[in-house]
């Protein structure tokens, strides 16, 4: 370690991978409703995909268990390899990294035998042991080029001003809770289904579930301090223009918007987005 600058990066990484890690349990494990079952049960439930062979495995299960699992391996090897003198050099890291994350793995599925609705499978912890070294491989082979980028948005973070921190923080939880309660699928049956029951909606377009005018205007509230956020945080010559300002928080709230579609339990209003939009555009034109 050569200084503060460096724990802070460490402990940033480490935090990430941790919070990664969370978010593994959550998805694996929501609503953490849990049944007896015997040992030997959820040994034979654990076993059972994989003896019953390729053709009836999910792809869109095997990819996002691997996409789950590629930060953990990502960030938890970058905090290990940044406590290290020579971490190039050695392979003890990423072998705890990936063992860490087979054994985490294989907790969570033996414990979804105990829950209604879930699947154990070891397959699955094959696809999740396989994202963990993904992420390994990437932070090895892009170290330099990845360490810059994420040091430098470490630094932007932990050099700003307090009011631009309160405001990264809200962004933060923005995103968090408007991915609520974050039961991601890439199932496109399921997604199919979101479509169906009208919960997957395009601008304006009448369902029961769109949002009200009391939600559309809690959204357009909700979105000012991301627009005051575009424009103050994040620009080391000052304030951002307010057309640099829109050009970095629209395409962002658009890709979030997109991951939405993604939670299967959350209905996704685009009206909800574009209040969002002249939110950040009134936000930033107040700031300005």
Same mark, same amino acid.
């Given at each position: ?6 724990? /802070?990066? /460490? ?38 995909? &994989? ?14 268990? /691997? ?12 905090? @290990? ?9 050695? %392979? ?17 599925? @033996? ?27 990437? &932070? ?26 309160? %405001?990264?923080?809200?962004? %933060? ?102 209040? @969002? ?9 107040? /700031?300005?």
């Amino acid at each position: 370690m050569t200084g503060a600058a460096d724990r /802070v990066r /460490v402990a940033a990484f480490a935090v990430a991978g941790g919070m990664f890690v969370a978010f593994a349990i959550w998805g694996s494990l929501f609503p953490f409703q849990f049944e007896p079952r015997t040992w030997e049960e959820a040994a034979r439930l654990f076993w059972l995909p &994989w003896h019953r062979g390729p053709a009836t495995w999910s792809r869109s299960d095997l990819a996002s268990n /691997v996409l789950l699992f590629i930060p953990i391996g990502l960030f938890l090897t970058a905090a @290990l390899d940044g406590m290290g003198e020579r971490p190039g050099r050695t %392979l003890t890291v990423p072998a705890v990294v990936i063992g860490c994350a087979a054994a985490l793995s294989v907790s969570l599925e @033996l414990c979804q035998a105990f829950t209604p609705y879930r699947t154990a499978s070891f397959v699955d912890v094959l696809a999740e042991t396989l994202g963990a070294a993904i992420g390994v491989c990437l &932070w090895r082979a892009r170290t330099d080029a990845l360490d810059a980028r994420l040091s430098a948005a470490i630094v932007s973070v932990t050099q700003a001003s307090l009011p631009c921190r309160l %405001l990264f923080g809200y962004c %933060l939880l923005f995103a968090i809770a408007w991915l609520l309660p974050l039961d991601f699928t890439l199932r496109p049956r399921e997604i199919a289904d979101k479509y169906m029951h009208q919960r997957l909606l395009l601008p304006f377009a009448p369902s029961p579930e769109a949002a009200s005018s009391l939600e559309l205007g809690a959204s357009f509230a909700a979105g000012v301090p991301i627009g005051i956020a575009s424009v103050m945080c994040g620009c080391a010559s000052g304030r951002r223009s307010i057309v640099s300002a829109l050009a970095l928080a629209i395409p962002a709230l658009v890709a979030l918007e997109a991951v939405q579609v993604t939670v299967f339990s959350r209905t996704t209003d685009t009206t909800s987005l574009l209040a @969002l939009i002249a939110a950040v555009a009134a936000g930033a034109s107040v /700031v300005r």
